[in-house]
């Protein structure tokens, strides 16, 4: 799909890779965790522009926290925005893209799913459900011309780390990641390209 005069919706935009996707964007305040603010966000891109060509779920929270430790209720939490907010923002944009019969969807996932790092398993299974999401996704719309693409980040050097529902980032991975500007290329090559996915995580790095 040709990035250039697509309509996007790209959740968690207001910072971070979300905003480096996309500058000059029009923001709306929305919890991706409540549905009707999904349906509303995209009633009010397809008021604005008719149609919905791109979603980015990028939304999303860290939990660093080692597993003896971790509480049910962070665990849910993130959770439920990882991958159930995600699987909604999905579920909301469908229609419009299958009556459209064309559409790209590009999940944000975290190359600490492709690792074993203690300290991050929480998140990373959190993320790990995501990937299943967007894999099976990927062949369930496919009929309806609608592809959904994958991308595994490293530390990319935003707030992320700052902002963790629970612990904090270890200090040996502190420090450098990739520009969002870097992050958000990929995420737009995943458009144009329609590749299943893409890793900016070498073999053994450390990751988001």
């Not at 697509?6 to 905003?19: C, K, L, P, Q």
């Not at 159930?84 to 579920?91: N, S, T, Y």
């Amino acid at each position: 799909m040709d990035v250039d005069g697509s309509v996007m919706v790209i959740t968690g935009a207001s910072s971070g890779i979300g905003a480096a996707t996309l500058p000059g964007a029009v923001t709306r305040r929305t919890d991706v965790t409540e549905r009707a603010d999904l349906d509303a966000l995209l009633a009010a891109a397809l008021q604005a522009h008719g149609r919905v060509d791109v979603l980015v779920n990028n939304a999303g929270q860290g939990l660093h926290v080692p597993l003896e430790e971790v509480s049910a209720e962070d665990l849910r939490a993130v959770l439920e925005l990882n991958v159930v907010a995600a699987l909604g923002a999905m579920q909301a944009v469908l229609p419009a893209m299958r009556a459209a019969g064309r559409g790209a969807i590009v999940n944000v996932s975290s190359g600490t799913t492709r690792m074993v790092l203690p300290g991050v398993g929480a998140y990373a299974a959190s993320k790990s459900a995501l990937n299943m999401l967007s894999a099976v996704a990927r062949k369930e719309f496919a009929a309806d011309g609608v592809v959904v693409s994958t991308v595994y980040p490293g530390v990319t050097a935003t707030e992320f780390h700052d902002v963790l529902r629970a612990g904090e980032l270890h200090p040996s991975r502190r420090g450098g990641g990739d520009p969002p500007e870097k992050v958000a290329d990929v995420i737009l090559g995943l458009v144009e390209s329609g590749e299943p996915e893409a890793f900016l995580v070498p073999a053994h790095a450390p990751a988001r």
